[in-house]
C-alpha cells in the first residue's frame, strides 16, 4: 500500500511538496514540488517505481487523487486525519511530513525567503532528506531480516 500526502512549502506564490511512501517499510518511494493541480500529482506518480504503480493508494480528501486514481482504474481511499477521528492510514506520510519540517527548514511556511533558485535548492535538500531516510529505512529492515532469520534457527 502507498501513502500518499502534500506539504504546503510556501503559500504564495504557492509551492507544495508532494510526496508518496510504502505504507509497509516507510520508504519514500517519489516526490515533486509545485504546484498543488492534478499535473503535479501525475508528475510525483512518474517518480513511483513501476513495481508500486499499481498498489492501493490512501491519502487525504485533495481532489486531484480521486480524479487522478479514478482515471487510472486504480484502488484510492480517502482517509480522515487528525484529533482521534483519522483512520490511520496516512499516519506514516503525515510522520515524515512532521520530520522534514522538524529537518529542514525551508520547508516551514513562515520561514520562506522567496528568489529565483529557491524550488531548485529546496528540491535538492529535500533529496538529501530522503536519500538519507531511505539508507536508514533500508537498514532497519535488513537488521529485522537478518534477526529473524537467526532466531528462527535457534531452539
Not at 500526502?5 to 516507510?26: H, I, K
Given at each position: 500500500?502507498?501513502?500518499?500526502?502534500?506539504?504546503?512549502?510556501?503559500?504564495?506564490?504557492?509551492?507544495?511538496?508532494?510526496?508518496?511512501?510504502?505504507?509497509?517499510?516507510?520508504?519514500?518511494?517519489?516526490?515533486?514540488?509545485?504546484?498543488?493541480?492534478?499535473?503535479?500529482?501525475?508528475?510525483?506518480?512518474?517518480?513511483?517505481?513501476a513495481?508500486?504503480?499499481?498498489?492501493?493508494?490512501?491519502?487525504?480528501?485533495?481532489?486531484?487523487?480521486?480524479?487522478?486514481?479514478?482515471?487510472?482504474?486504480?484502488?484510492?481511499?480517502?482517509?480522515?486525519?487528525?484529533?482521534?477521528?483519522?483512520?490511520?492510514?496516512?499516519?506514516?506520510?503525515?510522520?515524515?511530513?512532521?520530520?522534514?519540517?522538524?529537518?529542514?527548514?525551508?520547508?516551514?511556511?513562515?520561514?520562506?525567503?522567496?528568489?529565483?533558485?529557491?524550488?531548485?535548492?529546496?528540491?535538492?535538500?529535500?533529496?538529501?532528506?530522503?536519500?538519507?531516510?531511505?539508507?536508514q529505512?533500508?537498514?532497519?529492515y535488513?537488521?529485522?531480516?537478518?534477526?529473524?532469520?537467526?532466531?528462527?534457527?535457534?531452539?
Amino acid at each position: 500500500m502507498i501513502e500518499a500526502d502534500e506539504l504546503c512549502v510556501r503559500q504564495s506564490p504557492p509551492l507544495w511538496l508532494w510526496t508518496a511512501a510504502s505504507r509497509s517499510v516507510g520508504q519514500v518511494l517519489g516526490f515533486s514540488l509545485g504546484d498543488r493541480s492534478d499535473a503535479e500529482l501525475a508528475w510525483l506518480w512518474t517518480d513511483v517505481p513501476a513495481s508500486y504503480q499499481h498498489a492501493p493508494v490512501c491519502s487525504d480528501h485533495w481532489g486531484a487523487y480521486s480524479r487522478f486514481f479514478a482515471g487510472r482504474g486504480q484502488a484510492h481511499e480517502g482517509c480522515d486525519k487528525g484529533s482521534g477521528k483519522g483512520s490511520g492510514k496516512t499516519s506514516r506520510i503525515e510522520a515524515l511530513n512532521c520530520k522534514w519540517r522538524q529537518r529542514q527548514s525551508g520547508l516551514v511556511r513562515k520561514s520562506c525567503g522567496i528568489w529565483d533558485g529557491m524550488r531548485d535548492d529546496v528540491v535538492e535538500r529535500f533529496m538529501i532528506l530522503a536519500e538519507e531516510h531511505n539508507r536508514q529505512v533500508i537498514a532497519r529492515y535488513e537488521r529485522k531480516k537478518r534477526l529473524s532469520t537467526t532466531t528462527m534457527g535457534s531452539p
